[in-house]
Nanobody
């Protein structure tokens, strides 16, 4: 059974930091691109960042490149998203996604609220 379990969300003040984790199981970690998406209330889901654990290649949405860092731990089949200098507009539910040429899996999401 494929599972993607996010954690690490919560309430943080403006300028604060959070580290999200996505623990995966049930598929070959290196065969997938693992991405973070987010969906704010009343808005469409948008891509945040992505990593290819096989070679460490990373991608970022331009507006987040300087504040967010994605990483992976292949020994734990886990992907992290370090979020610094958080802003109120970062408030959203953050989802982990695993994608290959043939499959697309989602986690249940972890909420992040940035208060001013």
């Amino acid at each position: 059974e494929v599972q993607l379990v996010e954690s690490g969300g919560g309430l943080v003040q403006v300028g604060g930091s959070l580290r999200l984790s996505c623990v995966t199981s049930g598929f070959t970690f290196d065969d997938y691109d693992i991405g973070w998406f987010r969906q704010a209330p009343g808005k469409e889901r948008e891509g945040v960042s992505c990593i290819s654990p096989s070679d460490g290649t990373t991608y970022y949405r331009d507006s987040m490149r300087d504040r967010f860092t994605v990483s992976s731990d292949k020994s734990k089949n886990t992907v992290y998203l370090q979020m610094d200098s958080l802003k109120p507009e970062d408030t959203a539910v953050y989802y982990c996604n695993a994608r290959s040429d043939f499959y697309d899996y989602w986690g249940q999401g972890t909420p992040v609220t940035v208060s001013s």
